[in-house]
């Protein structure tokens, strides 16, 4: 279907007055094997299409000023893919890094990993840790791949870390919230306020679990190499037409 380009941009444009827009969103990047099994197209080329989609995502971002887009870009789950598949995802992650650090970097993008980086292939891992570096220091989006990742790990390893240090310090009593994030991967960034899942699968797929307990959710039924910043922006136009309670009543919130 084709959209019509001034209906985009006054999305953008009527976001980009806004005040409350999230601080944090976070996607689910779902459908990419999909689209390409209905194109009678081998699976990679679904997941090359995606990269576009990531681009066009990140402008989108960008472009109205978000603080933070985190992307789930391959989970720990997915080394049980055929090894074929697993091959030219990593071939394609670390192409892509190398193509786009440049305008990452031009465009004052922060690039983090929220994963496990040991486990990544040489190649694609010495890419990442040079775009690391290059990036750190800008203040504009930050761009926070979730990469070999997955929740559940997520909190027991930030546990264990927590009662290593405990137990070498001493410390004992209650522990806080506050002290136990200070140990997860995403320490200093917001937690999401948005989830967007594509596809039209209505699942977290050990996504971020502790981050996401009070963000909205939307599930656009649009594969993933297919969603563009039309889609974005009615995602988040989604996202401010709910009240988020917090707990609390709609009385009290409205206050």
Do not use: C
């Not at 978000?66 to 080394?79: A, K, M």
């Not at 040991?118 to 990469?147: F, H």
């Amino acid at each position: 279907m084709t959209r019509d380009p001034s209906t985009t941009e006054q999305l953008r444009e009527e976001l980009e007055a806004r005040t409350d827009l999230p601080a944090h969103v976070a996607i689910i990047m779902d459908g990419n094997g999909r689209w390409a099994q209905q194109r009678g197209l081998e699976r990679v080329a679904g997941h090359e299409e995606g990269v576009r989609a990531v681009r066009r995502t990140v402008e989108a971002a960008s472009g109205i000023g978000l603080e933070v887009l985190s992307l789930f870009v391959f989970s720990q789950e997915n080394w049980k893919r055929p090894l074929g598949e697993v091959h030219s995802l990593m071939n394609l992650l670390s192409e892509t890094i190398d193509r786009e650090v440049e305008d990452l970097d031009a465009n004052n993008v922060q690039l983090r990993i929220t994963g496990d980086l040991s486990e990544i292939l040489p190649e694609p891992r010495a890419g990442l840790q040079r775009a690391l570096e290059r990036t750190r220091d800008n203040r504009g989006l930050v761009l926070n791949l979730a990469l070999n990742y997955g929740g559940r790990r997520e909190i027991l390893r930030a546990a264990q870390a927590l009662l290593a240090r405990r137990f070498a310090t001493g410390q004992t009593g209650p522990v806080t919230a506050e002290e136990f994030e200070s140990h997860l991967q995403t320490r200093g960034l917001p937690d999401p306020d948005l989830l967007i899942r594509t596809s039209g699968e209505q699942r977290l797929s050990n996504f971020l679990l502790w981050q996401i307990a009070y963000s909205e959710i939307v599930f656009p039924d649009v594969l993933w190499p297919d969603f563009d910043a039309d889609h974005f922006y009615r995602a988040l136009g989604e996202y401010l037409r709910r009240e988020r309670r917090f707990g609390r009543t709609s009385a009290q919130v409205n206050r």
